[in-house]
C-alpha cells in the first residue's frame, strides 16, 4: 500500500521557519522523483521544489528560491523541505508528491499539511 505522510505545519510568524517532513512507504522511494507542492485557498496547486531519485538535482520556484530547501534520505525513505524566511504569501496546503519517470509511469500524492504565515 503507497503512503506519503507529511508532518511539520503549523502557524508560524512572518520571518519564521518551518521544515516539512514526508514519509514515503509501499513503493521503491530511491528511483522516484520527489516534488512539494501547495496549493493556497482560491489559488491552483503549484510545484514548489523537486528533487530527483539520486537527490542530486533540485529545482525551485523562483518565489521560493533562496528561501526554500529540498533534502532526501533514500535510507530512510523521507523527503524535507526546510523553509525559511517565511512569507504570509507562503501560507498553504503542502502536498507531497512521489513521480516515477520511465516506461511505466507513477504518480502519488500525500494528504497534505497546512503551513500558515501569520502574526
Known amino acids: 500500500q503507497v503512503q506519503l505522510v507529511e508532518s511539520g505545519g503549523g502557524l508560524v510568524q512572518p520571518g519564521g521557519s518551518l521544515v516539512l517532513s514526508c514519509a514515503a512507504s509501499g513503493f521503491t522511494f530511491s528511483v522516484y522523483t520527489m516534488m512539494w507542492h501547495r496549493q493556497a485557498p482560491g489559488k491552483e496547486r503549484e510545484l514548489v521544489a523537486a528533487i530527483t531519485s539520486s537527490g542530486g538535482s533540485t529545482n525551485y520556484d523562483g518565489s521560493v528560491k533562496g528561501r526554500f530547501t529540498i533534502s532526501r534520505d533514500n535510507a530512510k525513505n523521507m523527503v524535507y523541505l526546510q523553509m525559511n524566511s517565511l512569507k504570509p504569501d507562503d501560507t498553504a496546503v503542502y502536498y507531497c508528491?512521489?513521480?516515477?519517470?520511465?516506461?511505466?509511469?507513477?504518480?502519488?500524492w500525500g494528504q497534505g499539511t497546512q503551513v500558515t504565515v501569520s502574526s
Open positions: 508528491n512521489a513521480v516515477l519517470y520511465s516506461a511505466t509511469y507513477r504518480n502519488y
